[in-house]
């Protein structure tokens, strides 16, 4: 795992940029450019950064993400972020060739056709670039685009609507109305948004139930037009998911391709049984014979839907425990889609705060009913969760949820 913590500077600052990896998007060459918190301030909102269902919903659920993509477009286009948005097809295709592979790729084609979804069934049997992959499902108008250049635009839209934002400042007490950070200054806002991946505040009710998991990513070189520019995924749970991304200036691309998830805390030896990049070049050449030498390989953290939870669905919203008067949001469950789902985000919390009606908002609710999953999913994240809390001596806020699966409940 290619991982580096560097110190970068910013005037006679020594900020720390942590967690920084060799993606092919030059990730580990971000410079830190804004200052630190140093005084008390106010503003209408603080961002903290860092399945089963009815017809009704499923249907909101396709309008989600067909809206999203529209929206990340526009942004794009009114703000002139130069970030390659690009509007391509992607391809589901099965993981095997096993008959109940075959119906599950049938019953997602049906859903789709159902609720609006303009696919087709494709057979690629004849084109020698997709070894392995016979029949798939073709989704147009999907989304491409580079994730930092995206984020560094929309840094710089807020700034120039009045907007601020402050690197290095640790929140230590997130309340309504108010965020104490680093040194005691104080964030004083009509409503504050938890976007930290997984909000840690309410001594970790939603962080304990959420299982973090790892997924891994490599990057290959392939001869230049050699592959059509498109998204792949398979049915393989966990996913495997491929895209491309242009080199200007060379004789090749990059061939991205991920997948082979990990629960985070297993043991040591267990990863190296596992071996995820090997695992992911050898899936790779057996569909792709073209793919050359490998230039990258990094992996990246996620906190899923809640494991004793069969929705699937993100939690975004106002926080569970708090009182329907304070402005308090969360936004967890990112399970590998996190650059549509941040626009999903953007929308439906502006909506909450201005007090508008949206159709979302039942849907991604954090405090909806949710369908109980089976028991041994249950009692496996009870073990993996001792596990992680003994190699890391940390109790706190975690021992609930162990005391509820011992119960057996």
């Known amino acids: 795992m290619d991982q580096k913590l560097r110190n970068l500077k910013l005037g006679d600052q020594e900020p720390e940029v942590h967690g920084l990896r060799h993606s092919v998007w030059n990730e580990d060459g971000l410079q830190v450019k804004y200052l630190k918190l140093d005084t008390d301030i106010s503003a209408d909102v603080v961002i903290i950064g860092s399945r089963k269902r009815t017809d009704l919903e499923t249907a909101l659920v396709a309008d989600v993400q067909r809206r999203c993509i529209d929206w990340v477009e526009k942004i794009v286009t009114e703000e002139q972020i130069d970030c390659k948005f690009l509007r391509l097809d992607g391809y589901l295709f099965p993981h095997d060739t096993s008959k109940e592979t075959l119906e599950l790729l049938q019953k997602e084609f049906e859903v789709s056709k159902k609720h609006g979804f303009p696919v087709s069934m494709v057979d690629l049997k004849g084109d020698p670039r997709h070894r392995k992959i016979v ?11 580079h994730p930092l250049m995206y984020i560094e635009g929309l840094a710089q839209t807020v700034e120039k609507y009045g907007g601020k934002i402050y690197e290095n400042t640790k929140a ?62 398979d049915t393989l749970d966990a996913y495997h998911y491929v895209r491309l991304e ?21 043991l040591p030896e267990q990863l190296l049984n596992h071996q995820p990049y090997k695992k992911l070049e050898d899936w790779t050449r057996e569909r792709w014979t073209m793919v050359g030498e490998v230039t990258n390989r990094w992996t990246g953290q996620s906190f899923p839907f809640i494991v004793l939870f069969s ?41 909450l705060i201005l007090k508008k009606v949206n159709p979302w908002e039942k849907v991604f609710n954090p405090s ?41 409940q």
């Open 135 to 145: 029949g798939a499902i073709k989704l147009p108008n999907c989304a491409d685009f």
């Open 172 to 233: 230590y007490t997130i309340e309504a109305g108010k965020v104490v950070a680093d040194d005691k200054k104080t964030v004083r806002a009509g409503a504050v948004v938890m976007a930290t991946n997984s909000p840690l505040n309410h001594e970790l009710t939603i962080h304990a139930r959420q299982p973090p998991s790892r997924t891994y990513a490599i990057a290959l070189k392939v001869p230049k037009d050699s592959v059509p520019r498109s998204q792949w995924w």
């Open 246 to 266: 242009e080199v200007p200036g060379a004789e090749y691309d990059l061939f991205i391709v991920g997948g082979e998830d990990t629960s985070t805390g297993m």
């Open 311 to 351: 929705d699937y669905l993100h939690l975004i919203g106002k926080e569970p425990l708090r009182s329907n008067d304070e402005e308090v949001y969360i936004v967890t469950g990112d399970s590998g889609q996190g650059m549509t789902y941040s626009a999903i985000v953007g929308m439906l919390i502006t909506d």
């Open 368 to 408: 909806r009913k949710f369908p109980i999953t089976d028991k041994e999913v249950a009692s496996s994240f009870g073990e993996e969760v001792v596990h992680t809390v003994q190699d890391n001596e940390r109790l706190e806020g975690i021992t609930i949820l162990v005391r509820f699966l011992k119960k057996g």
